[in-house]
């Protein structure tokens, strides 16, 4: 039975997306970062694209593969919306600062940036071991 051209599509773009994925995790495999989950999501994408583009059903390991991929998935989007919201939460006060060291020029907007930066690496190492 031919395939669809729609999902042919949509197989096409999941084993893009699940190439790229991959590929972006072999680097955070050294950097800080999720690098092995990252090349694990990728394939897992990949493997699914590649079953959407031909057709064929999934394997009983396949499913539980897609079974993982999707709780992984639902754990990535709710550290996402948590960072987003201790990013806005600290928002105004990065922007107070920035504010405040625009009054002293350009060296004091440099060095008030530079602190707000590394203010920032530190609550997001915090977050990290936390």
Same mark, same amino acid.
């Not at 995790?25 to 800080?32: E, H, K, M, N, Y």
């Given at each position: 039975?031919?395939?669809?051209?729609?999902?042919?599509?949509?197989?096409?773009?999941?084993?893009?997306?699940?190439?790229?994925?991959?590929?972006?995790?072999?680097?955070?495999?050294?950097?800080?970062?999720?690098?092995?989950?990252?090349?694990?999501?990728?394939?897992?994408?990949?493997?699914?694209?590649?079953?959407?583009?031909?057709?064929?059903?999934?394997?009983?390991?396949?499913?539980?593969?897609?079974?993982?991929?999707?709780?992984?998935?639902?754990?990535?989007?709710?550290?996402?919306?948590?960072? %987003?919201? /201790? =990013?806005?939460?600290?928002?105004?006060? &990065? $922007?107070? +600062? @920035?504010? #405040? !060291?625009?009054? *002293?020029?350009? %060296?004091? /907007? =440099?060095?008030?940036?530079?602190?707000? &930066? $590394?203010? +920032? @690496?530190? #609550? !997001?190492?915090? *977050?990290?071991?936390?």
């Amino acid at each position: 039975m031919p395939v669809p051209m729609g999902r042919r599509v949509v197989g096409a773009a999941q084993m893009s997306a699940g190439a790229a994925l991959a590929i972006a995790g072999i680097p955070l495999c050294v950097l800080p970062g999720p690098g092995i989950a990252a090349i694990a999501g990728g394939a897992a994408l990949a493997s699914k694209g590649q079953r959407n583009f031909s057709g064929r059903a999934a394997t009983r390991p396949e499913e539980r593969l897609d079974s993982t991929a999707e709780k992984m998935a639902a754990a990535a989007k709710e550290q996402t919306v948590k960072a %987003a919201r /201790a =990013a806005a939460r600290k928002a105004p006060e &990065a $922007a107070y +600062a @920035v504010a #405040a !060291a625009a009054g *002293r020029g350009l %060296a004091g /907007a =440099a060095k008030a940036g530079g602190k707000t &930066a $590394a203010s +920032a @690496v530190r #609550a !997001a190492r915090m *977050r990290a071991r936390g």
